[in-house]
């Protein structure tokens, strides 16, 4: 299998997502272990995959291993692709009442028999690390504290990195996905960017394009996106991962913009792979030490207002 040199006629500044997720899972384990010492137990992340699907068995191991060595506890359920949906659910009402477990993750996609929006409706939404139950949907549209899609978060951080502050900059997203599209709109707005969104069907998508300054592009398709789409300049977030054969049993991964051409043009682009892709992993241990620290705090609250409650009662009236 060949992979494509991302250094290869490049202009741009590579952002590397490795390094900045292998820094990141460092910074978690170390606030795991604050946690551990605080708290007296791990953050749990229960994993919960359903058929054969290979790439969904790449993708779950990966996820288990790195909460492993972050110091989060791990807990696997691999059911048959026979599994109904009523004991797909029986699972989730179980892991939702486990004190061990702070972070619930489906892994998608799901058999055709059971429906993804009925399980994860069933997940509980301060366990919802995925961050795609519609509370936590609207509670990021609205602006308040929520458990964010993994990718886009994953986005967030490597533009700040990349760029600092972003307010006041133009940003464009191409893909309205529930995953990716849409919740990094809301996230970038949040940042104070103005925003765009674009699509396959989008009118002169060419133009739209050009005004970014912050491009992002999560559409399937790859080579979308062109040099003639991106201003000079524009950093370039390529959050496709496609398959491209080149014969003789060989492939190669590549994104949804055609890197060697974008590269002249962009001050920075995220290579595939190397890119998006580790951080969507490094941000979902992120959520799952972030949902583990609001539920004791929320914990911690009841129990002050337990104590505050009885005191009050034992008054004389």
Known sequence: MKEFN?????????????AFAQKLRHEVGSQVASFVGAHGRPPGLAVVLVG??????????????????AGI???AHRLPAATTEAELLELIVALNADERVDGILVQLPLPDHIDEGVVIEAIAADKDVDGFHPRNVGRLATGESALVPCTPLGCLL??????GDLTGLKAVIVGRSNIVGKPMAQLLLKAHCTVTMA??????????????????VAVGRPGMIGSDHVKPGATVIDVGINREDLGEGQSRLVGDVDFAAVAKVAG?????????GPMTVACLLRNTLYAAQRRESARQKASELDV???GVAGEPG
């Open 6 to 18: 991302a250094q290869e006629q490049s202009s741009a500044t590579v952002i590397d997502g490795k």
């Open 52 to 69: 054969e699907d290979a790439a969904s068995q790449v993708y779950v191991r990966t996820k288990m291993r790195q909460a492993e060595e």
């Open 73 to 75: 506890a791990s807990f």
């Open 158 to 163: 490597l533009l700040q990195d990349r760029l």
């Open 199 to 216: 699509h396959s069907r989008s009118r002169n998508l060419v133009d739209e394009c050009r005004q970014a300054d912050i491009l992002v």
């Open 268 to 276: 920075a682009i995220t290579p595939v792979p190397g890119g998006v």
């Open 308 to 310: 505050s409650t009885k």
